[in-house]
């Protein structure tokens, strides 16, 4: 089955950047709209964005517009979440994920076990 692992997570402070990384094992990237999503501490899982099958189309939610952008290599089987400008408002645990029913990003019928990402003030 299709396997999905986060990487790149950290501490940093407000303002600086990371860059996320989700490697697909047991499937074909080019097969699935990819997406990433966060746990924000005591709060409910989030959408932050996604991006098509065809890597042309993306979406990103509201708080994270303009600072977060994804994109994937389907060569190597990798989708990327590059975050700038991070806010304290950022600290959550992302998840990557992969639908492989929709050309867009819409149930996830995978999911990574997640990376922490922590940005102090």
């Known amino acids: 089955q299709v396997q999905l692992v986060e990487a790149g997570g950290g501490m940093v402070q407000t303002g600086g950047s990371l860059r996320l990384s989700c490697t697909m094992s047991?499937?074909?990237?080019?097969?699935?709209?990819m997406g990433w999503f966060r746990r924000l501490p005591g709060k409910d899982r989030e959408d932050v964005c996604s991006i098509d099958w065809d890597g042309i189309s993306t979406y990103y939610a509201d708080p994270v517009k303009g600072r977060f952008e994804i994109s994937r290599d389907n060569d190597r089987n990798i989708v990327y979440l590059q975050m700038s400008s991070l806010k304290p408002e950022d600290t959550a645990i992302y998840y990557c994920?992969?639908?492989?029913?929709?050309?867009?990003?819409?149930?996830?019928?995978?999911w990574g076990q997640g990376t922490s990402v922590t940005v102090s003030s």
């Open positions: 994920a992969a639908d492989q029913y929709e050309t867009r990003m819409t149930v996830p019928t995978a």
């Open positions: 047991g499937g074909a990237l080019r097969r699935y709209a």
